[in-house]
């Protein structure tokens, strides 16, 4: 037979949500800093398109907004280049797929990645997804939302590769 439990015999749990409970370096929540959306802002658009360098990293973001947000960045692509890799690194969550596209100075679309994993990445010359040699000279590539209203952070990575 059990032995009977006397008064002091129980168990008790006391859950602390306060900030002090919160690790030092815990995530935050938010797909995006302030910070991160006002990287070369403003640059909603192809006219509005800022200079970009492979020096320039980020981190950036697509953030909600009234009008759906899209970044433009504008990069040169000197003589004797064999290449150009334009990369866009993040991670994605169930309301932050992002897709990269490689726009002329009128706007033209010369290639687009639309994957569904973390980071999109447009290669020229090369066939998937499909990217001519880029003549020396301005182009623009744009950072979006894949569906309306997604939203996340992301890094730059633009690799221009000479002859």
Do not use: W
């Amino acid at each position: 037979m059990a032995a009977a439990l006397g008064p002091l015999a129980g168990c008790s749990l006391i859950l602390d949500f306060s900030d002090k409970a919160i690790p030092i370096d815990a995530q935050p929540d938010a797909p995006y800093t302030d910070e991160q959306c006002a990287y070369m802002e403003p640059n909603d658009s192809v006219e509005q398109a800022m200079l970009i360098t492979t020096a320039d990293v980020g981190p950036a973001a697509i953030c909600a907004s009234e009008t759906e947000d899209h970044d433009f960045y504008k990069f040169t692509v000197p003589a004797n280049t064999a290449s150009v890799s334009v990369k866009i690194l993040f991670t994605n969550r169930a309301s932050g797929d992002l897709d990269l596209k490689i726009l002329d100075l009128t706007g033209t679309m010369l290639a687009q990645s639309r994957g569904f994993l973390d980071g999109e990445t447009i290669v020229c010359p090369a066939l998937s997804p499909r990217c001519d040699a880029l003549a020396p000279g301005d182009y623009v590539f744009e950072v979006f939302p894949a569906l309306a209203g997604a939203v996340n952070s992301y890094d730059i990575a633009l690799t221009i590769t000479p002859m």
